[in-house]
T-cell receptor
Framework: TQLLEQSPQFLSIQEGENLTVYCNSSSVFSSLQWYRQEPGEGPVLLVTVVTGGEVKKLKRLTFQFGDARKDSSLHITAAQTGDTGLYLCAGASGTASKLTFGTGTRLQVTL | GAGVSQSPSNKVTEKGKDVELRCDPISGHTALYWYRQSLGQGLEFLIYFQGNSAPDKSGLPSDRFSAERTGGSVSTLTIQRTQQEDSAVYLC??????????????????FGAGTRLSVL
């Protein structure tokens, strides 16, 4: 069974701070995706990383895929209250018929 | 519709009753997925459809759970003889993905808002 562990589980920070969320596994994935989910809604895709060592930037968010394609990180610079939500990583294997989701990181950004 | 639509948005039922959850995927999307999200947990894969067939049912937790898809569109997830541990948010997703191909863009899964099931 493939497992994806995320850390930290909960994070409460003030606006303007930086943070990093980690997603780790002992399994190799063909691609890894990051989602954000807000209360009462489904997850929304932020980014997909495919190549080991790949780094992608989405405004203040930086995503990195580990060289061995087993882990990933999400770094947020100068967090804003609008970044509040549940962040989920998800790994795909093969032709990605299903995603294995991480345990989630709940981020709260306050003024 | 423009997005994945799920109904009902909330369902409260008594232990032992059967429930049906519905998912309307994005028009033209051939792949459809069901996930379960329990309180404080990540998403747990249940079943995947490509067209009307389900190549991967590995995530269904017991034989009380079943799902079908008709006309390559609407899908229903049925839970028979519900138990309290079935309480969760059931999420549906669809993707454009066509059988036999692999394209990151076509594999992107778009999620509905989910059905919150409470079994009393």
């Amino acid at each position: 069974t493939q497992l994806l562990e995320q850390s930290p589980q909960f994070l409460s920070i003030q606006e303007g701070e930086n943070l990093t969320v980690y997603c780790n596994s002992s399994s190799v994935f063909s691609s890894l995706q990051w989602y954000r989910q807000e209360p009462g809604e489904g997850p929304v895709l932020l980014v997909t990383v495919v190549t080991g060592g790949e780094v992608k930037k989405l405004k203040r968010l930086t995503f990195q895929f580990g060289d061995a394609r087993k882990d990933s990180s999400l770094h947020i610079t100068a967090a804003q209250t609008g970044d509040t939500g549940l962040y989920l990583c998800a790994g795909a294997s093969g032709t990605a018929s299903k995603l294995t989701f991480g345990t989630g990181t709940r981020l709260q950004v306050t003024l | 519709g423009a997005g994945v639509s799920q109904s009902p948005s909330n369902k409260v039922t008594e232990k032992g009753k059967d429930v049906e959850l519905r998912c309307d995927p994005i028009s033209g999307h051939t792949a459809l997925y069901w996930y379960r999200q329990s309180l404080g947990q990540g998403l747990e894969f249940l079943i995947y459809f490509q067209g009307n067939s389900a190549p991967d049912k590995s995530g269904l937790p017991s034989d009380r759970f079943s799902a079908e898809r008709t006309g390559g569109s609407v899908s229903t997830l049925t839970i028979q003889r519900t138990q309290q541990e079935d309480s969760a948010v059931y999420l549906c997703a669809s993707s454009l993905r066509l059988a036999g191909g692999f394209s990151l863009a076509k594999n992107i899964q778009y999620f509905g808002a989910g059905t919150r099931l409470s079994v009393l």
